[in-house]
């Protein structure tokens, strides 16, 4: 009788974790819009046009370069930036002008002190395969050329937005023990030298850091919306007051299956586009999400007014 208990309860939890398994995986792929071109291999961040097309960047390792796709995932076009280098691209974004920010920021180890953003021209008014950029540099004003503590290590980046004349860069958490937080800086979105102004926190969870590291952020055309990227989930920020971006309504939508998920963008004010990269099978891919039909978690509530 035991025997049979025992066996009945694996067979039970097997049917429980398939279920999930399954579901998790619809999840994710019932939101997939196109397979991405194989050569970006490592999307690392995707943005619209003028004209809504798609382009897309890939991380460390590539050229720096912008990519253009074509409805089916294949790539259209290729713009070659003549005075960057590719040394951790990790997101793009763009202003209300049509400018695109190319962020060369990742910093894994927390040892890079000056950090680079490379500024081009709209890509639909770059009528050649090459063009040259404005470059930003940027340092954290907290940092003394000394190793960075474990417990501080808040200096990588993969997300940033445009906002005004500023841009907003959002920490990757490689704290030990990981405590979840991302940190918001904000520096000039002019060629100059800044020093990041540190104004703001979010934290996401403290579970697993591969689960909840902030990988690639988005505001929305009319900027009354900020997400950010993580591996299961999109975190969705509104009714925030200039560029109090945690300070208005919090939620959570589920993503389904863990990937490792690097790029989001607005298509319009309610369409969200998101990418992965592909692993042994799995993921990449650009997946849609429209946020009226989305399933929201409600994290948190804006405070009422007196």
């Not at 025997?3 to 994710?28: D, E, P, Q, R, V």
């Not at 460390?60 to 003549?82: H, M």
């Not at 050329?145 to 937005?161: H, I, K, S």
Request: hydrophobic share 40%; glycine share 6%; net charge negative.
């Amino acid at each position: 009788m035991l025997k049979k208990s025992i066996l009945l309860s694996i067979a039970a939890l097997f049917i429980f974790s398939a279920t999930y398994i399954g579901s998790a995986i619809y999840t994710l792929y019932s939101k997939k819009m196109i397979s991405v071109d194989p050569r970006l291999k490592e999307v690392s961040g995707i943005e619209y046009d003028k004209h809504k097309r798609l382009w897309a960047i890939n991380d460390s390792g590539d050229e720096p370069k912008l990519y253009r796709l074509n409805d089916d995932g294949s790539i259209a076009k290729e713009i070659l930036v003549t005075n960057a280098k590719n040394i951790d691209w990790e997101d793009m974004t763009q202003n209300k002008f049509g400018h695109f920010f190319l962020g060369d920021f990742g910093n894994n180890t927390n040892e890079r002190r000056w950090l680079t953003i490379y500024k081009i021209e709209n890509p639909i008014d770059i009528k050649t395969d090459t063009t040259e950029a404005e470059i930003i540099k940027f340092t954290y004003p907290e940092l003394d050329g000394t190793p960075v503590a474990p417990d501080n290590r808040n200096y990588d980046l993969e997300a940033f937005v445009a906002l005004g004349r500023h841009l907003y860069l959002f920490t990757k958490n490689r704290t030990e023990p990981f405590d979840g937080i991302t940190n918001v800086y904000k520096v000039g979105d002019h060629a100059a030298n800044f020093n990041a102004e540190l104004i703001d926190s979010f934290k996401t969870c403290t579970t697993m850091e591969k689960l909840c590291w902030i990988t690639s952020a988005a505001l929305s055309p009319d900027r009354k919306k900020l997400v950010l990227l993580d591996s299961t989930s999109l975190w969705l920020f509104e009714n925030f007051k200039r560029d109090k971006f945690f300070s208005g309504d919090v939620s959570r939508i589920d993503l389904g299956i863990v990937t490792q998920k690097e790029a989001v963008t607005f298509y319009d004010d309610n369409t969200i586009v998101f990418t992965d990269e592909e692993f042994k099978g799995i993921g990449g891919n650009a997946y849609v999400i429209k946020l009226d039909e989305a399933k929201k978690q409600i994290i948190r509530k804006a405070p009422l007014k007196p």
